[in-house]
């Protein structure tokens, strides 16, 4: 069997028994927010495979296994400690959820986020195969946006957990640091993550077939579980002074503030 095949079907078997377990945990929980979190560290089981099966130029692969398994582990603890802290208390965009779908539809999520995990890694599939004894500048310079863009996220997430801390913010809108120029600059690096994988991926074989990670991740963000979502549940919440937010404060890329 091609190793194009046979490692992302490793993979999906990996990571679709994780999600079955993880399922069964949120049930007895009742707490389907965990999710998040083995999405995340679902990518640090892909990049280990891949790392494994994959025979490809080794300094290539090595790169691109670091990069993923160093993304997928502070973006997992990230989320380990943030939904950690409140296991009993579920997140109010799936608590909306749970309000229209039953337990089946949750299990087909979870299914659907282990195969969103593969689908995903998909370029790290491409980069690591590639047997080219040389790496490209192209490639250089989507490993360094890539590093860029997993700093900002994090940083990003930092500020914004670093200003909930404070009890005197209590009920207020974020505009610490990047969150002055930007109402999502985690959503904004993490969809800048995924361009330079891209740009990774390109020089390697079917590597242009990687363009449908940005794309997708563009469409969750705007048009389902990112921006909308979380918008609506900052209006719930903290009313006109969001809404104000929102009328003053770029909602994607960071910029400065509208008059």
């Not at 409140?86 to 997140?91: A, F, M, Q, R, S």
């Not at 404070?166 to 600059?185: E, F, I």
């Not at 991740?217 to 705007?222: A, P, Q, V």
Request: hydrophobic share 50%; proline share 5%.
């Amino acid at each position: 069997m091609s190793p194009y095949l046979f490692i992302p079907l490793v993979s999906f078997a990996s990571v679709s028994i994780i999600m079955i377990l993880v399922w069964i945990w949120a049930k007895a929980i009742k707490n389907n927010g965990i999710v998040d979190i083995f999405w995340a560290f679902n990518f640090l089981v892909i990049a280990i495979i891949i790392w494994l099966l994959a025979n490809g130029y080794p300094p290539r692969k090595n790169i691109v296994c670091l990069l993923a398994a160093l993304w997928s582990l502070r973006l997992g603890l990230y989320l380990l400690i943030r939904v950690g802290s409140h296991l009993k208390e579920e997140e109010g965009r799936y608590k909306k959820l749970r309000e229209e779908w039953n337990d089946t539809k949750f299990f087909f999520f979870f299914q659907m986020q282990a195969f969103s995990n593969v689908m995903l890694s998909l370029p790290f599939f491409f980069i690591a195969l590639n047997p080219e004894p040389q790496i490209s500048l192209i490639e250089y310079i989507g490993a360094g946006l890539w590093c860029v863009s997993i700093v900002g996220e994090g940083l990003s997430d930092w500020q914004l957990k670093h200003f909930k801390k404070d009890p005197a913010n209590k009920g207020k809108v974020c505009q610490y640091g990047l969150w002055n120029y930007s109402r999502h600059p985690n959503y904004f690096f993490q969809f800048m993550i995924w361009i330079s994988v891209l740009i990774f991926a390109i020089p390697s074989p079917y590597g242009w077939i990687s363009v449908i990670c940005p794309l997708s991740i563009g469409y969750l963000i705007f048009k389902v579980t990112g921006i909308p979502m979380t918008e609506e549940q900052a209006v719930r919440s903290k009313g006109e002074a969001y809404k104000e937010y929102q009328r003053t404060t770029s909602s994607f890329a960071p910029w400065f503030k509208r008059k």
